[in-house]
């Protein structure tokens, strides 16, 4: 499975970015996806998962604030941040379990 994960870039502090992972296969077969990041100098995180119902769980920081969906038709899983702030900044990474990993997409937020 390939994933490749696109739409970082910059933003301003309460501003908005939109996340794209396209998977190389249908996604139907899979039933957990996600987005983690990495901050400099911190662990990775996990942000949001779906599941195959649409199921969703989403880390504390982020509630309320970032939405994560999946077309499955498309085999793209998506990540709509709102109200993104600094501490947001970090690189970005689509996620299957239990091994695939995206390529990461760098998300900036200034102040």
């Known amino acids: 499975v390939q994933l490749q994960a696109s739409g970082g870039g910059f933003a301003q502090s309460g501003g908005s970015l939109r996340l794209s992972c396209v998977a190389s296969g249908t996604i139907f077969r899979f039933n957990l996806m996600g987005w983690y990041r990495q901050a400099p100098r911190k662990q990775r995180e996990r942000v949001a998962l779906i599941s195959r119902d649409s199921t969703t769980n989403y880390a504390d920081s982020v509630k309320g604030r970032f939405t994560i969906s999946r077309d499955n038709y498309k085999n793209t899983v998506y990540l709509q941040m709102n109200s993104l702030k600094p501490e947001d900044t970090a690189v970005y990474y689509c996620?299957?379990?239990?091994?695939?990993w995206g390529q990461g997409t760098l998300v900036t937020v200034s102040s």
């Open positions: 996620y299957v379990p239990p091994q695939y």
